[in-house]
């Protein structure tokens, strides 16, 4: 089951969720793991993710793998891509550190549903400290280990399995996924 990734939420996304600390910035560990969390929440919820992230196990624990390849810079000479420039950017002298930009646009791809359910996701688990986010995430159904340094795709209909959705209702989800993925790949390329 996939559904179209929209880099452009998964940026707002991460605006909106820096913008919930106090000190206004966010780390790509947390980011990522709030988002996974997010998009878990709706998938279940609603029968669709945020962002359409393909979600991979990685050995601390499941990520938004789209959301974290455009995230992982390493250094200060390097800079996000568009979309994720307009939202936020890397806070200098703190690696793997991002905060809204203060000149960035309203939200306006992000529904009311979505920033309650980002909502939703920081006040579960932001403040954790990173072991106990591990084990967190660890803990969650879906979640195998990978090898150390590898990844394990997260199949969708296993999250929803594990939520007691029957077959009958996997299987709409996974119709109506598909079609989204055909959808924009269409748009795409017109």
Known sequence: MR??????????????LASLYGEK??????AVKLIYLANRMALIEIGRPITGDKLVN??????PSQTYDALKIEDEDDSL??????????VPGKPFKFRPKADSPDLLDLSE???????????KIAYMQKQALVDYMHALEEYKQPSPGGTLPID?????RNASKSQEQIEEIETQ??????????????
Request: charged share 20%.
């Open 177 to 190: 996924a598909e079609e989204a993925y055909f959808l924009a790949a269409l748009c795409r390329t017109a």
């Open 113 to 123: 549903y979505e920033l309650a359910v980002l909502k939703k996701a920081h006040g």
């Open 25 to 30: 910035e966010i780390a790509l560990f947390k």
């Open 58 to 63: 990685m050995e601390l624990g499941g990520v």
């Open 156 to 160: 969708l209909a296993d999250i929803l």
């Open 81 to 90: 891509r568009s979309p994720w420039s307009v939202y936020i950017e890397p």
């Open 3 to 16: 559904f179209p990734y929209n880099p452009t939420k998964a940026a707002q996304a991460t605006a909106y």
